[in-house]
């Protein structure tokens, strides 16, 4: 199939990779990374305008960083909206606003296209073993009809439902949940070291019961052995939980956790933190109880 | 084993079953609750005074519902306390202050009696089927000569530090880790049903990765079919963050977003659900979002 793909970056380079590597002929165009030499090298043809990159395809993929982005691709000058023709479709795996993925579906639908919102979770671990979590939204003709795509990409790929931005709104949940599962773990252990138990210990005793989770096992470790090289940065999931923000204020909801774990996040960034993996969090916890967690202890 | 056993209500009425059923010899009291009549029938020994339990055996447990009734039990008149001598042993698997039980470990050494804290977790379903996660707190040898004891009644038993009350420092970290989960699963499941989601769709894209928990599977599925049947009740929970929030307190640490989940409980006994499952603080947020997952959806 002839893909375009727009955005090889830390996570779209890995991806397009799998897609060239299936067979499936791309043309790609240089966004905010440049075009990797091992793309080139494939086959893939290089465009001067995104829209050049729809005409030329059947499917363009779109992995840009926010909402604003996605917008200048799609219906900037020369974009791929101006490309976009009856049966060609728009998969954005980006992970932007979901009430604006909405607009952006209806304008490409108005050109004859078809949308499905289709972002992901699994970091960059996750893109390059293929590994991914893929959730979608939009039609469930155009999501089978492109699944084998999905497929080359990720792992547990789910059609969360058929409106357009559905997959926009579990990527939002999903963020917010990771987010307030490091601060709930980053309470407890700190909790637990200060008042003088061994948080190593506190978590393996509590990694087989309720408290259990991925957080717990994976970021709860991080925490633990102090090391916070991204993984996920804080100010990329600062961004996730702006749009988590933003949308409820829209929707006219509270998110009362959320709103904190916001604020700790601004710590951490006051402090220098912006860089480090989400699990740094906890430093901010500790900051608030004069204590920081010994791994040594 | 000669046992004592203080507190046979839900929780430890089929843990002493199970220490009968092995062969142990009980010895029981009539705390809050009426001593069962299969304990009796299976040959317990009623004793009138908690001293008189201590006295008839090797290890003394107890399984009562807070801090007062612990110290009540052990230092009351004609209390454990009163009945202890050399080599024996208690052990307080209820879920009490972790730094009062350091008080009432050391007079219990001072009487010659080792003590452990072990507070469990896992409900009344893993009291049943013997698989309660038991954490424990106290002399390595006391613990050792007593793990007997714990595996015919849990699973995954720990001995989370050799100083008293490092068992119950992990108790309450469980518990602010399960309350915490409870509200982010919260935030994201009425976030994505108020967006338009269906949010059982949403549960299910999220449970294969970082967003996974025993609290996602357990109580997501409990607020997306209204089965608010406890489990674990929302007034026990309290008086678990309770416990968090005033040994934080002691402590001079801040838990910002335990504060909050133990507001938003409060929120839900306001409107009459303190005797309801912990995943009814769903509707708290559901409150605030003047909106109702539907389950249907």
């Known amino acids: 199939m002839k ?5 090889l970056g830390i996570m779209g380079r890995p991806m397009a990779g799998h897609l060239q590597a299936a067979g499936h002929e791309l043309f790609v165009i240089k966004h905010l990374s440049p075009i990797p030499a091992e793309i080139i090298d494939g086959g893939a043809v290089e465009c001067t305008t995104n829209r050049a990159v729809a005409e030329n395809t059947d499917v363009t ?25 009856g049966g060609k479709i728009v998969i954005d795996m980006s992970s932007i606003s979901p009430t604006d993925t909405q607009d952006f579906a209806t304008k490409i639908n108005d050109r004859g296209g078809a949308y499905l919102d289709a972002p ?21 003709e155009t999501f089978e009809e492109v699944r084998p795509l999905f497929e080359l990409m990720g792992e547990n790929i789910t059609l969360v439902g058929t409106n357009n931005g559905d997959g926009q709104t579990c990527k939002v949940a999903n963020q917010i949940i ?16 200060k008042a003088g138990a061994d948080p190593a210990r506190v978590r393996e005793a509590l990694m087989g019961g309720f408290a ?17 090289d991204p993984g996920f940065r804080i100010k990329l999931h600062q961004k996730d939980l702006n749009l988590a923000l933003q949308s409820a204020r829209q929707l006219g909801m509270s ?28 430093q901010a916890i500790e900051d608030m109880a004069g204590h920081v967690i010994d791994g040594d202890a």
């Not at 993929?61 to 023709?85: N, R």
């Not at 990771?178 to 070291?193: M, Y």
């Not at 259990?212 to 916070?228: A, D, P, Q, T, Y």
């Open 3 to 7: 893909i375009g793909f727009i955005g």
């Open 61 to 85: 993929i779109l992995m840009v960083p926010d909402t604003p982005d996605v917008e200048t691709v799609l219906f900037g000058a020369d974009g791929v909206a101006d490309g976009i023709s």
């Open 120 to 140: 992901v979770s699994g970091g960059e671990g996750g893109a390059k073993s293929a590994t991914l979590t893929i959730m979608a939204g939009g039609p469930a």
């Open 178 to 193: 990771v987010a307030l599962t490091i601060e709930a773990v980053s309470e407890a252990l700190v909790f637990a070291s």
């Open 212 to 228: 259990s989770s991925k957080i717990l096992e994976v970021h709860g470790e991080r925490m633990i052995k102090r090391n916070f």
């Open 255 to 282: 998110l009362p956790n959320t709103a904190t774990c916001q604020e700790l996040f601004n710590a951490c960034t006051a402090k220098g933190g912006a860089e480090l993996d989400h699990s740094a969090l906890v």
